[in-house]
Nanobody, 120 residues
Framework: VQLQASGGGLVQAGGSLRLSCVAS????????MGWFRQAPGKEREFVAGVRFSGRSTYNLEAVKGRFTVSRDNAKNSVYLRMNSLKPEDTALYFCAAGQNKWNPGSMSYWGKGTQVTVSS
């Protein structure tokens, strides 16, 4: 599975971005999909995830109510809608495919990151 994330950019605090991740090489519907982020000097952390069926989603506490993860298996795509962005959301964001667990070490496939920078 090859994953390609896009949609990052520079935005002011309070603004919004929508990240997209498109898969090729295998059907995305086989995998749970997660979004992770890594800020300079920090460990990579789970942000949001959606089960392969799309029926269950999970969020980091710090982004609940602001970020929404979704997927379209017909388009082999997963999305992260980010509203009310804060400077502390600044990081390199990655999409990843795996099964059952959301810790970075359990994910099987990773895309290259897309940079999100939130100015104050």
């Amino acid at each position: 599975v090859q994953l390609q994330a896009s949609g990052g950019g520079l935005v002011q605090a309070g603004g919004s971005l929508r990240l997209s991740c498109v898969a090729s090489g295998n059907t995305l519907s086989l995998y749970d999909m997660g979004w992770f982020r890594q800020a300079p000097g920090k460990e990579r952390e789970f942000v949001a995830g959606v089960r392969f069926s799309g029926r269950s989603t999970y969020n980091l506490e710090a982004v609940k109510g602001r970020f929404t993860v979704s997927r379209d298996n017909a388009k082999n795509s997963v999305y992260l809608r980010m509203n009310s962005l804060k400077p502390e959301d600044t990081a390199l964001y990655f999409c990843a495919a795996g099964q059952n667990k959301w810790n970075p070490g359990s994910m099987s496939y990773w895309g290259k990151g897309t940079q999100v920078t939130v100015s104050s």
